[in-house]
């Protein structure tokens, strides 16, 4: 008996899904952190946060998009803080 014979349409579904998950190489799913491009938005999240977050959420950034989530909730935190410490201050 063949296999995909038995098997139901949404059964041959998930076996074609995963046959393409599997295909996927792994490169295009490899996070590369310290690119010169991400080095020097990492570093304007802390010194000029608004233009930081602008690199960070640009069309062509080469952030995916957990990353970016993570880093515009930090810079978001970042500016409450200072906003923070800066009222405490006076």
Avoid: A
Avoid at 58 to 73: A, L, Q, R
């Amino acid at each position: 008996m063949n296999k995909n014979n038995d098997l139901t349409k949404t059964q041959k579904e998930i076996l074609e899904r995963r046959k393409r998950i599997n295909r996927r190489s792994l490169e295009e799913e490899k996070v590369e952190p310290f690119t010169k491009y991400k080095i020097i938005t990492y570093l304007f999240i802390f010194l000029f946060t608004p233009y930081g977050l602008y690199r960070l959420l640009c069309k062509n950034s080469p952030f995916k998009k957990g990353e970016k989530i993570v880093y515009t909730i930090i810079g978001i935190v970042y500016i409450i803080s200072i906003y923070d410490t800066i009222i405490k201050m006076f």
